[in-house]
C-alpha cells in the first residue's frame, strides 16, 4: 500500500536488496527517545534515468462518502462477511452513529462491494487504533486482526463461538447479529436520550 493506503505501488530495485522496508502508522508504540545512541550517516553517490517513466495514469475517480474517517475516530463499528449484503450496512452506519464513531469493514465486505475501500481494515486496508473497535459478523482473518489489534478495547458479535476474533477480543457476544446490535442501538439510544 502506498498514498497512505490509497493505491498499491509496485517497488523496483532490481540490484539491491532489501527493496523497501516500511512500517504502518500506528502500528506499534513509538520508542522513547535514547540520547546515549548514535549513528554513522553513510553518503552514497546515485544516478537514475528520469526519461524512464514506468508510472501510467489510469483513471481517477472521487469516493462518496460523508463518514468519519477510520483513522481518526475513537469508536470503529465494522462489518464483515455476516453482514450478508449492502442494503445492511445502514445498521453499522445507525449504531457508529450512536456511538459518535466511524464505519469499518473487512476486506470481504469491501471485495462484494458492500462499502467503500476506504472503509477497509487490515493488512491490505487501514490500521488502525481506536479507543473501541465493534467486529460485527467479522471472524478474525489474520489480515482483518493485523489492522485492528491495537485497539485499545475490542468487542466481537459473531455467532461461531469458534471464530478467531474471539481471541483478541475483550468481550465476545456469541449471537446472531441481526438480533443483537438492533437492541444494542435501541439500548444505547435509551442511555444518550
Known amino acids: ?21 516500511t512500517v504502518r502508522h500506528k502500528v506499534m508504540n513509538p520508542l522513547q527517545r535514547d540520547d546515549a545512541k548514535s549513528g554513522v550517516v553513510i553518503r552514497e553517490d546515485y544516478s537514475f ?39 445492511n450496512f445502514a445498521m453499522i452506519e445507525e449504531l457508529a452513529l ?40 467479522i471472524s478474525g482473518a489474520i489480515q482483518h486482526l493485523a489492522g485492528m489489534s491495537s485497539a485499545d478495547y475490542i468487542v466481537a458479535i459473531n455467532k461461531d463461538p469458534d471464530a478467531p476474533i474471539f481471541k483478541v477480543a475483550d468481550l465476545g457476544i456469541v449471537g446472531d447479529l441481526f438480533e443483537v446490535v438492533p437492541k444494542l442501538i435501541k439500548r444505547i439510544k435509551e442511555v444518550r436520550a
Do not use: C
Open 1 to 21: 500500500p502506498a498514498f497512505g493506503g490509497n493505491i498499491m505501488a509496485t517497488i523496483v530495485t532490481a540490484n539491491n536488496r532489501p527493496q523497501m522496508a
Open 49 to 87: 534515468d528520469l526519461e524512464e517513466d514506468k508510472s501510467k495514469y489510469i483513471s481517477f475517480e472521487k469516493e462518496k462518502t460523508n463518514l468519519i474517517n477510520i483513522t481518526d475516530a475513537n469508536v470503529i463499528v465494522a462489518g464483515g462477511r455476516g453482514i450478508k449484503d449492502a442494503k
Open 98 to 137: 450512536a456511538l459518535d464513531g466511524a464505519v469499518g469493514a473487512s476486506r470481504a465486505a469491501v471485495d462484494s462491494e458492500w462499502i467503500a475501500y476506504s472503509h477497509q481494515v487490515g493488512q491490505t486496508g487501514k490500521t488502525v487504533k481506536p479507543g473501541i473497535y465493534i467486529a460485527i459478523g
